[in-house]
């Protein structure tokens, strides 16, 4: 005899953990086709250029960077490597130690991420105030903030 398993039935955490999944998914995927549209960036450049515009002077060693973005050094390579063909990001040596490089905010990609900034902005808010009340946003960020590293880092959306 087969069981099917329904909503009821299946483990809050699990129910709760696909759900975010799932969201997560599908409005990365709506926010990256925005972007994407209107400025030719996709939701992890613009993370990596946010990134390295709240940086001391727009850099930051790639290491620290791909952490940040919680990507592998071979995906933190392939990002970087569009964003400098772009020229919107630049490689920088560190004078004091030949094996650290720094991903480096050109003026190119400052102008970039301020222009784009805006319409991400009014992309999240439009997406998010369609389905949710304030105070609904309000409860789910109180909500996934209890979730560890979720805290960690800068909230915002606006260039450092």
């Known amino acids: 005899m087969t069981q099917t398993l329904t909503e009821q039935a299946i483990e809050p955490a699990v129910r709760a953990w696909t759900r975010l999944l799932r969201a997560s998914a599908s409005t990365t995927r709506l926010l990256s086709a ?12 613009f993370e990596a250029l946010l ?3 709240h940086a001391e ?20 390579t392939r990002l970087l490597r569009g964003l400098e063909d772009a020229g919107l990001v630049e490689r920088a040596a560190c004078a004091s130690d030949l094996r650290v490089t720094y991903a480096q905010l050109t003026d190119a990609g400052r102008e970039k991420l301020e222009a784009a900034s805006s319409a991400h902005i009014a992309s ?6 369609q389905h949710f009340t304030a105070e609904e946003l309000d409860t789910v960020a109180g909500i996934l903030g209890k979730l560890p590293g979720v805290t960690d880092g800068d909230d ?3 260039p450092g």
């Open 51 to 53: 990134v390295l515009s």
């Open 57 to 76: 002077d727009g850099r930051l060693k790639r290491v620290d960077l791909a952490r940040n973005l919680m990507l592998t050094p071979s995906g933190i």
């Open 124 to 129: 999240i808010r439009a997406l998010f105030e």
């Open 34 to 45: 925005d972007l994407q549209e209107a400025h030719g960036l996709t939701i992890n450049d």
């Open 156 to 158: 915002s959306c606006s």
